[in-house]
């Protein structure tokens, strides 16, 4: 027999023909084997060491090998650039991609075990109604391995890959739904692919856990295959969700493309967003590029997007915004999406102030803090009123001036003279006001070193973003509307620092929010190409660490820092979360993730206020802490990297939930 195969225009995707590929019946763990002929054996183990296919063999790493991820070449500086094999992480290619890609709506609580693994779903079924065989599909057969495999059920990743199969997108699904779905998928056995067409699907087989096993490409693969009626294999695929709900698998890893996978048909794409090669460009080649295959003003790294700041004198946001343009939007295209961004990031905040759920879901059973934090600032602004307040307001949507903040709904009877809460509606019923419970002191009267009695103080910069952090990564914990920004577990950095701006600081927030997320965007790019934003690849430091670099930016870009600063605040924000691990407790975007997002949010003001009052004083360049973050990305054990296999992950005594074969 002939094994044929031809590759799928937009995403390698191998289609098998008249081969014996036969799931082999009975064995949970989807053992299938085959010869084809021509000396090209497929062979898959549940618990194999190898895995034969296209003539080569693969072994399959030791856990104690795991720590694969992209480490630097030796001797690279002795050898030439042309004679340099290619290094997946060092492309000859600019930075540039669509800040709408960097930025993206999705669901919680995981952009790369969550949202990539959705649309990498939709994806492969799009692939297949393309290709003519999605009828003929019978059953599927779905592994994940590394990070994917062992903390993919506390993100959510079996979920997320059913409802990708059956056609639904992340910006566009009822994340109250996805529950239910999933449970009905389970309970009658069955998926309906793309929408229309019903297969029979036990979860127990059909989805393979390969946590002791990693693709060379990336930490979170995902293998997808698909048969006939008489189990012979249609088609198979590998992807990679490399970070920030970006998809990508061979061809678009190695085609110079641009890593853009998030619309699933790239056909529909500007040609500008899927091309990214400009030959050796460094930081004397910073002309305007007239190509229109091209951004105008396409950068690969810090020192070039500086240079062009300065020889075209614009803000780092001007910049972005002009590559945006040739991309095919219009401006009010431009602006309509980047208010759409906030309002999503806004709307977030207000529904994890403003719940009523008290815990999070999980085994953790964390209690929600965002709407008790919430009101006691609430409570804060306005001393008069009662500790028994149970009332809070939902935050507006940040049109009023600097610091205006409104009165809690629901007192509007008779002003107490001298409570100072007459400003806008700040009215109040005496019989609301009650007795403040007797303070207790901790500690010996009779020592010589008195207690110190407690005491209350308020920090709006440290109080109000660290509410918002936490409310936002609480709806992302939950399953939430969010948005990448530039992933999941680190989606409460950005829209907490952006949020204080336009309650407290700006005059103008329309003006604000574009010139924050283009800004960070820019930042986000450079860490994409120059290291990564993916967790299972670099730790924390590649999420809470990228996003409290990106929000410093965006801040010192709305206070009118010049680009030197800006981009120095971005490298204060990653220098000083250098090293940071991923260990979710039970394989949860929870612990310690939502408190960190906050700290990152206090770290990130920080950063930009030390870069302002520095005044371009400064020994470490944006580009050298993005290398350093890369090289510690690689020194780093596996253990720390979104597996749940050490740290907190560990010393708090709660078992890795593993799917068994």
């Given at each position: 027999?002939?094994?044929?195969?031809?590759?799928?225009?937009?995403?390698?995707?191998?289609?098998?023909?008249?081969?014996?590929?036969?799931?082999?019946?009975?064995?949970?763990?989807?053992?299938?084997?085959?010869?084809?002929?021509?000396?090209?054996?497929?062979?898959?183990?549940?618990?194999?060491?190898?895995?034969?296919?296209?003539?080569?063999?693969?072994?399959?790493?030791?856990?104690?090998?795991?720590?694969?991820?992209?480490?630097?070449?030796?001797?690279?500086?002795?050898?030439?650039?042309?004679?340099?094999?290619?290094?997946?992480?060092?492309?000859?290619?600019?930075?540039?991609?669509?800040?709408?890609?960097?930025?993206?709506?999705?669901?919680?609580?995981?952009?790369?075990?969550?949202?990539?693994?959705?649309?990498?779903?939709?994806?492969?079924?799009?692939?297949?109604?393309?290709?003519?065989?999605?009828?003929?599909?019978k059953?599927?057969?779905?592994?994940?391995?590394?990070?994917?495999?062992?903390?993919?059920?506390?993100?959510?990743?079996?979920?997320?890959?059913?409802?990708?199969?059956?056609?639904?997108d992340?910006?566009?699904?009822?994340?109250?739904?996805?529950?239910?779905?999933?449970?009905?998928?389970?309970?009658?056995?069955?998926?309906?692919?793309?929408?229309?067409?019903?297969?029979?699907?036990?979860?127990?087989?059909?989805?393979?856990?390969?946590?002791?096993?990693?693709?060379?490409?990336?930490?979170?693969?995902?293998?997808?295959?698909?048969?006939?009626?008489?189990?012979?294999?249609?088609?198979?695929?590998?992807?990679?969700?490399?970070?920030?709900?970006?998809?990508?698998?061979?061809?678009?890893?190695?085609?110079?493309?641009?890593?853009?996978?998030?619309?699933?048909?790239k056909?529909?794409?500007?040609?500008?967003?899927?091309?990214?090669?400009?030959?050796?460009?460094?930081?004397?080649?910073?002309?305007?590029?007239?190509?229109?295959?091209?951004?105008?003003?396409?950068?690969?790294?810090?020192?070039?997007?500086?240079?062009?700041?300065q020889?075209?004198?614009?803000?780092?946001?001007?910049?972005?915004?002009?590559?945006?343009?040739?991309?095919?939007?219009?401006?009010?295209?431009?602006?309509?999406?980047?208010?759409?961004?906030?309002?999503?990031?806004?709307?977030?905040?207000?529904?994890g102030?403003s719940?009523?759920?008290?815990?999070?879901?999980?085994?953790?059973?964390?209690?929600?803090?965002?709407?008790?934090?919430?009101?006691?600032?609430?409570?804060?602004?306005?001393?008069?009123?009662?500790?028994?307040?149970?009332?809070?307001?939902?935050?507006?949507e940040?049109?009023?001036?600097?610091?205006?903040?409104?009165?809690?709904?629901?007192f509007?009877?008779?002003?107490?003279?001298?409570?100072?809460?007459?400003?806008?509606?700040?009215?109040?019923?005496?019989?609301?006001?009650?007795?403040?419970p007797?303070?207790?002191?901790?500690?010996?009267?009779?020592?010589?070193?008195?207690p110190?009695?407690?005491?209350?103080?308020?920090?709006?910069?440290?109080?109000?973003?660290?509410?918002?952090?936490?409310?936002?990564?609480?709806?992302?914990?939950?399953?939430?509307?969010?948005?990448?920004?530039?992933?999941?577990?680190?989606?409460?950095?950005?829209?907490?620092?952006?949020?204080?701006?336009?309650?407290?600081?700006?005059?103008?927030?329309?003006?604000?929010?574009?010139?924050?997320?283009?800004?960070?965007?820019?930042?986000?790019?450079?860490?994409?190409?120059?290291?990564?934003?993916?967790?299972?690849?670099?730790?924390c430091?590649?999420?809470?660490?990228?996003?409290?670099?990106?929000?410093?930016?965006?801040?010192?870009?709305?206070?009118?820092a010049?680009?030197?600063?800006?981009?120095?605040?971005?490298?204060?924000?990653?220098?000083?979360?250098?090293?940071?691990?991923?260990?979710?407790?039970?394989g949860?975007?929870?612990?310690?993730?939502?408190?960190?997002n906050?700290?990152?949010?206090?770290?990130?003001?920080?950063?930009?206020?030390?870069?302002?009052?520095s005044?371009?004083?400064?020994?470490?360049?944006?580009?050298?802490?993005?290398?350093?973050?890369?090289?510690?990305?690689?020194?780093?054990?596996?253990?720390?990297?979104?597996?749940?296999?050490?740290?907190?992950?560990?010393?708090?005594?709660?078992?890795?939930?593993?799917?068994?074969?």
């Open positions: 027999m002939i094994l044929a195969t031809r590759r799928a225009t937009s995403s390698s995707l191998t289609v098998v023909r008249n081969a014996h590929r036969r799931q082999v019946a009975g064995n949970p763990c989807g053992v299938w084997s085959g010869n084809n002929g021509n000396n090209v054996t497929v062979t898959q183990l549940g618990r194999g060491r190898h895995q034969q296919a296209r003539g080569f063999l693969r072994t399959t790493p030791s856990r104690s090998a795991l720590n694969f991820a992209f480490r630097p070449k030796e001797n690279r500086d002795t050898v030439k650039d042309e004679d340099k094999n290619e290094d997946p992480l060092e492309r000859p290619e600019h930075a540039v991609i669509s800040t709408f890609d960097l930025f993206s709506i999705g669901v919680g609580p995981s952009s790369s075990h969550t949202v990539g693994p959705m649309r990498a779903g939709n994806i492969f079924i799009n692939d297949l109604r393309d290709l003519g065989i999605l009828e003929r599909v059953t599927v057969k779905i592994t994940l391995y590394g990070s994917l495999a062992a903390t993919g059920k506390g993100h959510h990743t079996p979920q997320a890959i059913l409802l990708g199969l059956e056609g639904s992340p910006e566009t699904i009822d994340a109250g739904t996805i529950p239910a779905r999933y449970q009905g998928m389970l309970d009658t056995k069955s998926v309906m692919l793309g929408g229309h067409h019903t297969i029979h699907y036990d979860h127990d087989r059909d989805m393979i856990w390969r946590y002791d096993q990693v693709l060379p490409s990336h930490p979170n693969g995902m293998r997808f295959s698909v048969f006939d009626e008489t189990g012979d294999m249609l088609a198979t695929n590998e992807y990679f969700s490399v970070g920030g709900g970006f998809v990508v698998n061979e061809k678009t890893k190695t085609a110079g493309e641009n890593l853009f996978y998030k619309g699933v048909d056909r529909a794409v500007h040609i500008a967003r899927l091309s990214k090669t400009t030959g050796g460009m460094d930081a004397t080649q910073v002309e305007k590029d007239t190509d229109p295959m091209h951004p105008p003003y396409p950068f690969k790294n810090g020192d070039t997007l500086l240079a062009l700041s020889r075209h004198n614009m803000t780092i946001a001007q910049i972005v915004y002009d590559n945006e343009l040739s991309f095919g939007y219009t401006d009010e295209e431009i602006h309509e999406k980047l208010l759409r961004i906030w309002a999503v990031m806004d709307d977030c905040i207000r529904t102030v719940t009523s759920e008290k815990t999070l879901p999980g085994r953790l059973g964390l209690h929600r803090r965002a709407p008790m934090l919430y009101k006691r600032l609430m409570r804060g602004f306005y001393p008069a009123l009662a500790p028994s307040f149970s009332g809070y307001q939902q935050i507006s940040g049109e009023r001036a600097n610091g205006e903040i409104d009165s809690p709904d629901g509007d009877g008779e002003l107490l003279e001298g409570n100072g809460a007459g400003k806008k509606g700040g009215s109040m019923r005496r019989e609301s006001l009650v007795r403040r007797a303070t207790r002191v901790v500690g010996q009267f009779d020592h010589p070193l008195l110190v009695p407690p005491r209350k103080t308020m920090i709006p910069a440290v109080d109000f973003l660290s509410c918002y952090a936490i409310a936002v990564n609480e709806v992302n914990a939950a399953g939430g509307r969010i948005v990448t920004s530039p992933t999941n577990g680190a989606s409460g950095v950005i829209p907490s620092v952006l949020k204080y701006i336009i309650e407290f600081i700006s005059d103008d927030p329309q003006k604000s929010v574009t010139t924050f997320l283009l800004t960070a965007a820019a930042v986000g790019m450079l860490f994409k190409r120059g290291s990564t934003i993916s967790a299972a690849e670099g730790g430091q590649a999420e809470v660490g990228v996003a409290c670099s990106m929000a410093a930016a965006g801040f010192a870009a709305c206070m009118g010049p680009p030197e600063t800006v981009l120095q605040a971005a490298e204060i924000g990653i220098e000083h979360n250098l090293g940071l691990t991923c260990d979710p407790i039970d949860l975007v929870q612990v310690p993730c939502i408190e960190r906050s700290l990152g949010a206090v770290k990130a003001v920080t950063a930009a206020q030390l870069a302002m009052a005044d371009t004083v400064y020994r470490v360049s944006l580009d050298q802490a993005i290398e350093a973050m890369k090289l510690t990305a690689a020194d780093m054990s596996v253990k720390y990297k979104e597996t749940s296999l050490s740290g907190l992950a560990t010393t708090v005594k709660i078992p890795l939930t593993v799917p068994a074969c």
